[in-house]
């Protein structure tokens, strides 16, 4: 008699989570004269890896196919940057504070939101992502805070972006509350824009002191967050940041 075969075990697969990263062009721009280069955060990598993922940066190729990038991640995560977004993608004009663009990052990111959206993959999208986000479904942005909202917030913090700096309250019934476990934290801030029409489908899940969007989901996705702050600059002083990730690895594995 020959012994009954087990099943076959699918092997255990570390999803693969693409980031964006940003792009210094041998132009006019600072350091002047540098060849061209990628450059990302590493607390950005770090913060995947960590949590089970393997990241993998996804530089902006001029011509480059977004869909057939997402076609292989299992996770979408959009980076920020030192950056704007063009004011013409939410038909306005430029506010004199409006700082530089970067249109061909943009143009990138906006195509692997689209095929990331379209493929329900996990997506993550962190200060200039969920800005992105919002304009790509719709919503315009505030183009400079401090000249556009009354507010005592400081959204552009002094101190390191590894200290938190403003408090938060969490929707009870958001996907945010429930990896959190909690309505009240505080968050680091490091931006001068911010959500002003709120884009169509999100709903709004977290609100600084003032009033500020500073989270957004699609409840109608099987994971698309967006968050004003920089969760992965926070971990090693606050390891709750850590679970924002673990969520967003454990949705890109199987089910
Ligand atoms: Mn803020």
Known sequence: ??????????????????????????????????????????????????????????????GSNPAAVIDRLDALLISGGN????????????????????PRRTAYELGL?????????????ICGGLQLLNVHLGGSLYQHLPAQCDSRVQHEQKGKEKAAAHALSVEPKSTLHDILGTAEIMVNSTHHQAIKKL?????AVALAPDGIIEAVEIPAHRFALGVQWH????????????????RLIQKAGPE
């Open 199 to 203: 884009g169509e489908g999100l709903n």
């Open 231 to 246: 969760p992965e600059a926070l971990i090693n002083n606050h390891p709750v940041w850590k679970k924002v990730f673990e």
């Open 83 to 102: 950056f704007d977004i063009d004011p013409a993608l939410y038909g306005e004009t430029p506010h004199p504070e409006l700082g530089i663009l970067k």
């Open 1 to 62: 008699m020959r012994p009954p075969v087990a099943p076959p075990v699918a092997p255990q697969v570390d999803p693969l989570v693409g980031i964006t990263c940003d792009y210094q062009g041998g132009d006019k721009s600072p350091p002047e004269g540098s060849a061209p280069y990628y450059f990302l955060a590493e607390a950005y990598v770090q913060a995947v890896s960590l949590c089970g993922g393997i990241p993998l940066i996804l530089p902006d190729i001029e």
């Open 113 to 125: 939101l689209r095929a990331a959206l379209a493929k329900d993959i996990p997506l993550l999208a």
